[in-house]
């Protein structure tokens, strides 16, 4: 552990946010696709990110996108319509 001075909750830090690919490839790695679920997450996930329930909708993404600007989200609108209609 480093403690960074300024930070109490690392998660709510931008020093992390290099970490957040490597992290992202080893969730993919272990966790397997078919455990994963996000209708059981409707209602009943609050991140911290957004302080609001967790949703599957183009505006939550939307909101999402704009505080991450994640690559992964970005796709994900762009392609809106294919993969909710998937």
Same mark, same amino acid.
């Given at each position: 552990?480093? %403690? #960074? @001075? &300024?930070?109490?909750? %690392? =998660? !709510?830090?931008? !020093? /992390?946010?290099? &970490? ?6 080893? #969730?993919?790695?272990?966790?397997? +696709? +078919? =455990? /994963?679920? %996000?209708?059981?997450?409707? &209602?009943?996930?609050?991140?911290? #990110?957004?302080?609001? %329930? =967790? ?7 939307? +909101?999402?996108?704009? /505080?991450? @600007?994640?690559?992964? /989200?970005?796709?994900? #609108? +762009?392609?809106?319509? @294919?993969?909710?209609?998937?």
């Amino acid at each position: 552990m480093i %403690p #960074l @001075q &300024g930070v109490d909750v %690392p =998660f !709510h830090s931008s !020093h /992390l946010r290099n &970490g957040v690919e490597p992290f992202r490839v080893m #969730l993919l790695d272990k966790i397997k +696709e +078919e =455990f /994963l679920d %996000p209708n059981k997450l409707i &209602g009943k996930y609050i991140p911290n #990110l957004t302080a609001r %329930p =967790f949703e599957i909708s183009k505006d939550y993404f939307e +909101e999402t996108y704009k /505080l991450t @600007q994640s690559p992964k /989200l970005k796709d994900v #609108l +762009e392609n809106w319509d @294919q993969i909710c209609m998937a």
